[in-house]
């Protein structure tokens, strides 16, 4: 018998505050996953990546660090963003050529106040047309982390019972739209 195809999701994090509540996302899809046969989350942390700076290429290679982080991206099947919102849009930069995250299936997840980081998802989204990323369309995710009941605790980790069903939905969407993408379907 086959065995059945590990879905390799790299979860990356646009905040790099210890307690972030999109960490806490991450950290709770992670240990959601344990329970989704066929699909594993490896966080990648962006912390050590230096700013967008072209001139750090020599001869078609960047830094160590850099290098280890597109080819985790190279390596895996698809992507879960944990967006936070910042001036009504996202952090960072992942715009290097070649481009890595081409033809990749990704959902996005966020935390924040208001509307939760939609912006920063809609912003996310035009992005990954520009890379070529597939974006799940549902369920859409954003959690208002203020509102009671209490959705994270002081460390920034997901408690909401409901709200980690809501999350296990996008990981079990992700999982089919990566392997729909896989078969060619």
Request: proline share 8%; with cysteine; glycine share 8%.
């Amino acid at each position: 018998m086959a065995a059945k195809p590990i879905i390799k999701v790299v979860a990356i994090c646009g905040s790099l505050r210890k307690a972030s509540t999109n960490h806490g996302l991450l950290r709770s899809a992670i240990e959601l996953s344990e329970s989704i046969e066929g699909m594993s989350i490896e966080h990648v942390d962006i912390s050590p990546l230096p700013m967008l700076n072209t001139d750090l290429e020599v001869d078609g290679k960047y830094p160590p660090v850099v290098e280890d982080f597109r080819r985790k991206i190279l390596e895996s099947d698809c992507f879960l963003f944990a967006s936070p919102e910042y001036n009504y849009s996202i952090t960072g930069n992942f715009d290097l050529p070649p481009n890595v995250w081409a033809n990749k299936p990704a959902a996005i997840v966020s935390a924040g106040g208001g509307f939760g980081g939609g912006r920063s998802q809609y912003h996310l989204r035009q992005i990954g047309v520009f890379l070529d990323l597939h974006f799940i369309n549902k369920p859409e995710f954003v959690v208002n982390a203020f509102q009671p009941p209490p959705k994270f605790n002081n460390d920034g980790d997901l408690i909401d019972p409901a709200t980690k069903v809501r999350l296990k939905d996008v990981l079990l969407s992700l999982k089919a739209f990566a392997l729909r993408l896989q078969q060619g379907n």
